[in-house]
């Protein structure tokens, strides 16, 4: 595979995962009381603006690579997920969720050299 396209790939699941983070995050917002409409509108449409490029992007990998080669990538989304929940929303991730987290990453890897 091509360094490009690895870092592409990454990206991609990078894309996912931040646009996940606005979502959380516009939620969060929406709880509050007195709701921050704007605020919670602008990272509603952020929300959107990165899983609408996230979609377009992942459509594009499945034209050019086979199925068994992107699959194993969405792999990533989970353990990037928790990450950065853990550093940008404060959440607390339990030591089992880390366990967790890195037999996702191990199996990711194995599957993907393979």
């Given at each position: ?33 007195p ?13 959107i ?66």
């Amino acid at each position: 595979m091509k360094p490009t396209l690895l870092a592409l790939l990454i990206g991609c699941q990078v894309l996912l995962v931040v646009s996940q983070l606005f979502l959380k995050h516009a939620m969060n917002l929406a709880a509050r009381t007195p709701r921050p409409t704007a605020q919670v509108a602008f990272f509603g449409f952020l929300f959107i603006a990165a899983m609408t490029l996230w979609f377009l992007l992942w459509l594009g990998f499945l034209q050019v690579m086979p199925l068994s080669q992107v699959l194993p990538w969405e792999g990533l989304s989970p353990v990037l997920l928790v990450l950065g929940a853990a550093l940008f929303l404060r959440e607390k991730v339990a030591r089992e969720a880390w366990l967790g987290i890195t037999l996702i990453s191990a199996g990711v890897v194995l599957v993907s050299v393979s």
